[in-house]
Structure formats: structure tokens, C-alpha cells
């Protein structure tokens, strides 16, 4: 399916870049869920997980929850081979695990399991970022939108992954704020929420919050607050300002909003981001960078792919995804740039506390604040 997906955004490349332009990009070893069955007795979990160096020996599937289950690591996955083409050992990375129901006991609904990759113990926040979280019953697969309107937001998604990874977004953006000081209270913004994928999900790990989300996509906007009314949904602008009054938001996160936007655009909205946080609080914002480049990289040239590795950022790649959705779809891009690149680029508007690659699947996280004394626009 994402093979499919990729070819209809990118025509073949007329040059494209060799295994030595892509090895070396990136050697954070990177992991999807793509299938959950669930029955009577057992629940079955699937996906990929590319070996660090090739070695299938060094990835772990582990849980902290009372879960009896059996893993089959690694399986032949030829298909992970047509994007992860530079990856050693990518056409055996898939697994299964399957969970022994009856057996099995968590906190609550949701199993939640995690993947140790060897060497990569003391990365910080390793067990944020491999989190996956698997539910017991089919319940948390129901009330989602038609199948356009969902792969128009996760383009290379299945239904009932789009809902187990909204819960494990949904951990991940809050447990990392705490790791920086949030107190899982106040208003949170999900800027770009797309159908409410992760918003959904916030209150189970931050009772105390207000749960706002907005998005340029009104026929997203318009079925999330209809069929999730606890969270105020609206339609946001394409350039700011936004409707927020400034210093209303703890925390604002944005998951694959500024992959789509331009610099010049990303800078605006980096400044709205700071008027409506408040003084001391967070912004949590993915990019996409080297492990994005080399994710799509048998679609691109090596020129483009020269130019990144030379600047740190590529040249802007279309998107047609908002035709017919909004009313500049030209507005909407697939934009590249690498940690360092997406660094600077946020320094002159908050402070950055945090800078991590493919915190959320391929794509990169930055951690910002808004100074504390700071009281001003
Ligand atoms: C790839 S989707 C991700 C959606 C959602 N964050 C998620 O992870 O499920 C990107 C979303 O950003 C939205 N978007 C792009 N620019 C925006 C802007 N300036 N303000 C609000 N939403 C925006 C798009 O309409 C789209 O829904």
C-alpha cells in the first residue's frame, strides 16, 4: 500500500541516488505497526521493526503489563524492502505478536507494549518513542470517518492502525511534556488535528486538560465536532492569526503540520505558536528529516537528494492531498529539512529544550517553550 501511495505522489526518479547516497542518513532503526486482529482468545499485532546494523538478535518486543504472548521476529516482508531499500536486513524486519487473552491483565483497556532496540538503551526518551499500544477490544476501532477522509490524513494507514496509533501519539506527546515540566493541566491545541486521530485520546492521560483542535480541512474539522464532541473542534486559517487569545494554551502540539509548510509560512506560524502559549508552556512539533528523506529516497533524485545533504534542506516536493479541500491547495507541500536545519529555524521564536529524530515514526520532534518572564508578543 505505501509503495502504491509513494508512486502516485512521486513519478520515478531520472537520476536516482545511490545505496551510498541514502546509507548513512540516518541509522535510527524505525518501526510501524500495520495489523490488529482481535478474537475471542488471542489478539494478534503486526508490523515492521528494521534490525539496528541487520542484526535481528537486537530488537526486543517487551511489555510492563501482566501480558502473556509469543513474538515471531524476524518474518520475510519483501514489500519493506521497496522503501526501506537501504536498510540491511529490511526484507525479513516483520513481526507478529500474539497476545493470550485470557491470560493477559493490564491497567486498563489498552496493552501496552514497547521495542528495545540494542545500543539504544540510553536514548532519551527510547520507551516514549517505540511505545506501541494495543487495545482488547475492537471498541477503540469504531467512530472514524470514511476511508478517504482518513487516508487523506494518514495517507498510508489502515483504519484500525490510524486508531491504535492515536492512542500511542497521544502518549507520547503528553508524557513528554511532563518530562518537561508539563502538569498535564490547562488548554492543549492540537494545531492541525486533522479528524481528532490523537486529540481523541489526550484526556486519557491528562484528565485535567481542555482539549482544543483546529484544522484547515473544514470537511475534517466538520466530522470530528460532530463525533467528538467533548473536544472544541474549529476551522483554522491558513496564515495566522488564529482566533486564540494569546497566552491560552499549556501546550500546543502539531504532528506532521510543518512537513506540509514552507519555511516562510512555518516561521508565521511559529510566531502565533508563541502569542497563544502561555508564558512556560510547551510546544511539541515533528518535521520531517533525514529518516523521512531517506524513507522516500528511491522516489527522488540525486540531485535533490545533493541539495539536502548539502544545505540540510530539500527542495519543496508537492502534495496534492488538500485539492479540492481548500482553496490554495498549492498551499500544501511536502517540506524537508534536517534536525539541525529545523533547530534553527525555531531558535529565533522559543526557547528549544529538546531536538530528537523519529520520535514519531520517521519523522523528527522538537520540544519548545515559551520563556516563563516572557510576557510579551
Ligand atoms: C498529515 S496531516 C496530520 C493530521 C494530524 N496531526 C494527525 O497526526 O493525525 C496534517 C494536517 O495539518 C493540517 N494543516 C496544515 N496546515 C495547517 C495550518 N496552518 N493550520 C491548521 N492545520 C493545518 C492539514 O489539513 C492536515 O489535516
Given at each position: 500500500m505505501i509503495q502504491r501511495a509513494l508512486q502516485k505522489i512521486f513519478s520515478a526518479p531520472v537520476a536516482p541516488p545511490t545505496e551510498e547516497d541514502i546509507a548513512g542518513l540516518s541509522d535510527v532503526p524505525l518501526f510501524s505497526m500495520n495489523g490488529i486482529a482481535i478474537s475471542e482468545t488471542e489478539i494478534v499485532f503486526s508490523g515492521l521493526a528494521l534490525p539496528p546494523g541487520g542484526d535481528y538478535s537486537a530488537v526486543e518486543f517487551k511489555s510492563d503489563d501482566d501480558v502473556v504472548f509469543r513474538t515471531e521476529y524476524p518474518l520475510p516482508t519483501p514489500?519493506?524492502?521497496?522503501?526501506?531499500?537501504?536498510?540491511?536486513?529490511a526484507e525479513q524486519c516483520g513481526f507478529r505478536i500474539t497476545i493470550d487473552k485470557a491470560r493477559s491483565h493490564s491497567a486498563d483497556d489498552l496493552f501496552r507494549f514497547y521495542i528495545?532496540?540494542?545500543?539504544?538503551?540510553?536514548?532519551?526518551l527510547e520507551r516514549e518513542r517505540t511505545a506501541l499500544f494495543v487495545p482488547r477490544t475492537a471498541e477503540l476501532f469504531e467512530n472514524f470517518p470514511a476511508l478517504e477522509a482518513l487516508q487523506r490524513v494518514q495517507r498510508f494507514d489502515n483504519p484500525q492502525c490510524v486508531a491504535a496509533r492515536g492512542v500511542g501519539d497521544a502518549f507520547r506527546m503528553t508524557s513528554i511534556a511532563a518530562h518537561h515540566g508539563w502538569t498535564r493541566d490547562g488548554n492543549v491545541l492540537d494545531w492541525g488535528?486533522?479528524?481528532?486521530r490523537v486529540a481523541r485520546h489526550i484526556s486519557r492521560f491528562a484528565p485535567q486538560t481542555r482539549v482544543k483542535g483546529v484544522d484547515i480541512d473544514p470537511q475534517n474539522i466538520a466530522w470530528a465536532a460532530e463525533h467528538l464532541p467533548s473536544i472544541d473542534f474549529s476551522v483554522g486559517p491558513l496564515m495566522p492569526p488564529t482566533a486564540y487569545e494569546s497566552g491560552s494554551f499549556s501546550l500546543i502540539y502539531g504532528i506532521s503540520v510543518m512537513t506540509h509548510l514552507e519555511p516562510r509560512v512555518q516561521k508565521a506560524w511559529l510566531a502565533e505558536i508563541h502569542r497563544i502559549l502561555k508564558p512556560g508552556g510547551l510546544a511539541l512539533l515533528t518535521f520531517s528529516g533525514d529518516a523521512a528523506v531517506a524513507f522516500i529516497s528511491r522516489w527522488l533524485d540525486a540531485g535533490w537528494i545533493d541539495t539536502y545533504l548539502k544545505t540540510g534542506v530539500g527542495p519543496l516536493l508537492p502534495s496534492s492531498d488538500l485539492v479540492g479541500v481548500i482553496d490554495t491547495p498549492d498551499y500544501y507541500k511536502n517540506v524537508h529539512q534536517n534536525l539541525q536545519r529545523t533547530v534553527e529555524t525555531c531558535e529565533p521564536f522559543l526557547d528549544v529544550l529538546g531536538a530528537h529524530e523519529c520520535m514519531f515514526g520517521y519523522q523528527d520532534l522538537v520540544i519548545l517553550q515559551r520563556p516563563l518572564q516572557d510576557d510579551g508578543a
Amino acid at each position: 500500500m505505501i509503495q502504491r501511495a509513494l508512486q502516485k505522489i512521486f513519478s520515478a526518479p531520472v537520476a536516482p541516488p545511490t545505496e551510498e547516497d541514502i546509507a548513512g542518513l540516518s541509522d535510527v532503526p524505525l518501526f510501524s505497526m500495520n495489523g490488529i486482529a482481535i478474537s475471542e482468545t488471542e489478539i494478534v499485532f503486526s508490523g515492521l521493526a528494521l534490525p539496528p546494523g541487520g542484526d535481528y538478535s537486537a530488537v526486543e518486543f517487551k511489555s510492563d503489563d501482566d501480558v502473556v504472548f509469543r513474538t515471531e521476529y524476524p518474518l520475510p516482508t519483501p514489500g519493506a524492502k521497496d522503501y526501506y531499500w537501504y536498510w540491511p536486513g529490511a526484507e525479513q524486519c516483520g513481526f507478529r505478536i500474539t497476545i493470550d487473552k485470557a491470560r493477559s491483565h493490564s491497567a486498563d483497556d489498552l496493552f501496552r507494549f514497547y521495542i528495545d532496540f540494542d545500543g539504544r538503551k540510553n536514548a532519551p526518551l527510547e520507551r516514549e518513542r517505540t511505545a506501541l499500544f494495543v487495545p482488547r477490544t475492537a471498541e477503540l476501532f469504531e467512530n472514524f470517518p470514511a476511508l478517504e477522509a482518513l487516508q487523506r490524513v494518514q495517507r498510508f494507514d489502515n483504519p484500525q492502525c490510524v486508531a491504535a496509533r492515536g492512542v500511542g501519539d497521544a502518549f507520547r506527546m503528553t508524557s513528554i511534556a511532563a518530562h518537561h515540566g508539563w502538569t498535564r493541566d490547562g488548554n492543549v491545541l492540537d494545531w492541525g488535528a486533522g479528524h481528532g486521530r490523537v486529540a481523541r485520546h489526550i484526556s486519557r492521560f491528562a484528565p485535567q486538560t481542555r482539549v482544543k483542535g483546529v484544522d484547515i480541512d473544514p470537511q475534517n474539522i466538520a466530522w470530528a465536532a460532530e463525533h467528538l464532541p467533548s473536544i472544541d473542534f474549529s476551522v483554522g486559517p491558513l496564515m495566522p492569526p488564529t482566533a486564540y487569545e494569546s497566552g491560552s494554551f499549556s501546550l500546543i502540539y502539531g504532528i506532521s503540520v510543518m512537513t506540509h509548510l514552507e519555511p516562510r509560512v512555518q516561521k508565521a506560524w511559529l510566531a502565533e505558536i508563541h502569542r497563544i502559549l502561555k508564558p512556560g508552556g510547551l510546544a511539541l512539533l515533528t518535521f520531517s528529516g533525514d529518516a523521512a528523506v531517506a524513507f522516500i529516497s528511491r522516489w527522488l533524485d540525486a540531485g535533490w537528494i545533493d541539495t539536502y545533504l548539502k544545505t540540510g534542506v530539500g527542495p519543496l516536493l508537492p502534495s496534492s492531498d488538500l485539492v479540492g479541500v481548500i482553496d490554495t491547495p498549492d498551499y500544501y507541500k511536502n517540506v524537508h529539512q534536517n534536525l539541525q536545519r529545523t533547530v534553527e529555524t525555531c531558535e529565533p521564536f522559543l526557547d528549544v529544550l529538546g531536538a530528537h529524530e523519529c520520535m514519531f515514526g520517521y519523522q523528527d520532534l522538537v520540544i519548545l517553550q515559551r520563556p516563563l518572564q516572557d510576557d510579551g508578543a
